[in-house]
């Protein structure tokens, strides 16, 4: 009564609540109706007072139903001071977010006592999860305009940071020169999509990246005496496809230089079983998280990386592969384009909320298959249109190698010995330059520069490294 008082007396006071105060916040309905007429009023730029108010419910018919002219009169006489408007708002705000939580806990305890075959007692608790932090968020009254000086400051620190790291990059590294250099690293609340056809290496790179930057991780005691991160990051690594046994297979493999068919069927000599254990050890302590659960759906990975981050720390989310998650929700739409943009608009809006980079693998379309040129574009994109819009970064992973490899020319009927002999020496010197070399095309990128970096990869321990080649120095040119 004293809020709707202050504003009927100064319409300013609703200015102070209006970011976070909504009508459905009141208790009373009569509250609830008389401050939804007055932001109605005072967004259209007419006067809200005990007057207008009048005029309004009567044209609404239900001016009885608010208690009339005695009721509006006495809220005007309830306003105590329209200085204190905004903490009579937060209180009310407060209030309400209490009676939420009273009935999300009743809610949580009436559907654990009810036992049902489609709904586990998990999927219950990411469920719990998903609309507390919903309530959470909404809860939320903070925010709004930053002083262009604040943001200037905060640009300066993240330059400061990264002058002092030893890799130089603002973002968190990924372990590789030449793709960090065109980078700057990956960054807080970007979306970075790595895609390319099968077999071209996107899992093995993503990997790569996933533990470099884990690796990588260290703390400093900053100026106020407090432990912040300095460089890489904690690492999220959902990984639908492969299980966690599997990738760390592949992690084993990589590191000791034992192929990962022989770590598997157990074939490690005595010659190697020390580095073997010494690898492990260095593992252990790399703070790397991996999830394997199969179809995830977008509310659940969003619950299980805020979850990671509070426990444990979060730096980096990476995702294999985004066409393998559900937008979430009971029911699937049949239109996979309309699925696909509210995933990527999900891990957009995971990466802004948690401030970490996500990063996310993506399938393409058979369409580079019908080319001459097997390098992939922008287009290729399955379900491209969301994918490349809700982007900050849109890399693709190409290996001529391994299309030269199933191009080996034969001889045609009409060709002369010598001719094909020319002819198969070119490619056999094409395969020579391309042999190891993989190229990664930054087609997209809203904080800088475009263009191709070369990488070294090793198919037998699915590797990839930088690539010391002077002649792929810079493969955009």
């Given at each position: 009564m004293a809020l709707l008082g202050a504003i009927l007396a100064n319409n300013r006071a609703y200015e102070k609540v209006s970011e976070f105060l909504r009508p459905d916040h009141f208790i009373d309905p009569r509250h609830q109706r008389m401050f939804d007429a007055c932001s109605r009023l005072i967004e259209r730029g007419q006067l809200a007072n005990s007057v207008t108010l009048?005029?309004?419910?009567?044209?609404?018919?239900?001016?009885?139903e608010i208690g009339g002219t005695k009721y509006l009169a006495r809220?005007?006489?309830?306003?105590?001071?329209?200085?204190?408007?905004?903490?009579?708002?937060?209180?009310?705000?407060?209030?309400?977010?209490?009676?939420?939580?009273?009935?999300?806990?009743?809610?949580v305890v009436n559907r654990a006592y009810e036992v049902t075959l489609d709904e586990s007692a998990m999927q219950q608790i990411e469920e719990a999860e998903r609309n507390l932090y919903d309530l959470a968020t909404t809860g939320q009254f903070e925010g709004g305009f930053t002083p262009l000086p604040d943001a200037l400051r905060q640009a300066i620190d993240t330059a400061e940071a990264a002058f002092k790291r030893s890799s130089h990059v603002s973002g968190v590294t990924t372990g590789f020169r030449d793709l960090d250099k065109k980078l700057g690293g990956l960054h807080p609340s970007d979306l970075v999509i790595l895609a390319g056809r099968p077999s071209m290496g996107k899992t093995a790179l993503a990997t790569n990246i996933a533990f470099n930057a884990a690796a990588a991780y260290r703390e400093a005691t900053n100026a106020e005496g407090k432990m912040e991160v300095a460089e890489g990051a904690k690492v999220a690594f959902f990984s639908l496809e492969m299980s966690a046994e599997q990738l760390a297979n592949r992690l084993l493999s990589e590191q000791t230089e034992i192929a990962s068919d022989r770590i598997r069927r157990g074939e490690v000599s005595r010659e190697d079983f020390p580095r073997f254990l010494e690898v492990v050890q260095q593992l252990s302590r790399v703070p790397l998280f991996i999830d394997d659960t199969p179809a995830l759906t977008i509310p659940a990975l969003r619950t299980r990386a805020r979850r990671l981050k509070r426990q444990h720390g979060l730096g980096l989310i990476v995702i294999d592969y985004l066409q393998l998650l559900y937008p979430g929700g009971t029911t699937r739409s049949d239109n996979r384009v309309q699925e696909v943009s509210e995933i990527t608009r999900g891990l957009k809006a995971l990466a802004k909320e948690l401030q970490v980079p996500v990063l996310a693998l993506s399938q393409l379309s058979r369409a580079v298959e019908q080319r001459e040129d097997k390098r992939p574009q922008l287009a290729d994109l399955r379900e491209s249109g969301s994918i490349e819009q809700d982007a900050d970064v849109v890399m693709f992973i190409f290996r001529e190698q391994y299309y030269l490899e199933r191009a080996e020319p034969?001889?045609?009927?009409?060709?002369?010995?010598e001719k094909f002999e020319q002819r198969h020496e070119q490619w056999l010197k094409r395969c020579e330059q391309v042999h190891n070399v993989a190229e990664v095309n930054i087609a997209k990128q809203r904080h800088g520069p475009i263009g191709t970096v070369g990488l070294f990869f090793d198919g037998t321990y699915t590797r990839f490294g930088n690539l010391e080649r002077p002649d792929y120095a810079d493969a955009s040119q």
């Open positions: 009048k005029a309004y419910f009567e044209q609404d018919k239900t001016l009885e809220l005007e006489g309830a306003a105590i001071s329209i200085i204190n408007a905004g903490e009579y708002g937060r209180t009310i705000h407060d209030l309400f977010l209490r009676r939420q939580l009273i009935e999300l806990g009743s809610d034969k001889q045609r009927p009409d060709e002369t010995p």
